[in-house]
């Protein structure tokens, strides 16, 4: 029998990445740009703290959201 959570953690990151946009799309960032920036240099301050998105994202490890994402992307 073999046990994985990876779908609990694609979902979860799948819900912070979506409110993290969002509140950067409510204070008139460009939400891509400023993802791409957090995660190419691990700053923090891309992202606004605007409805806790700062922390939120932070709580995402950087190997995990970028295996996420290129998932998605791939369609795997």
Known sequence: ???SINGNK???????????YKALEEKGYNPLNQ????????DPT?????????????????????EVLLKNYLNL
């Not at 703290?49 to 995990?64: E, F, G, Q, W």
């Open 35 to 42: 993802i791409v920036g957090y995660i190419l240099s691990e």
């Open 46 to 66: 891309y992202i606004t703290t605007h409805n806790n998105a700062r922390n939120l994202i932070r709580k995402i490890d950087r190997d995990d959201l970028l």
């Open 1 to 3: 029998m073999v046990f």
């Open 10 to 20: 694609d979902e979860s990151i799948r819900v912070i990445l979506t409110t993290v």
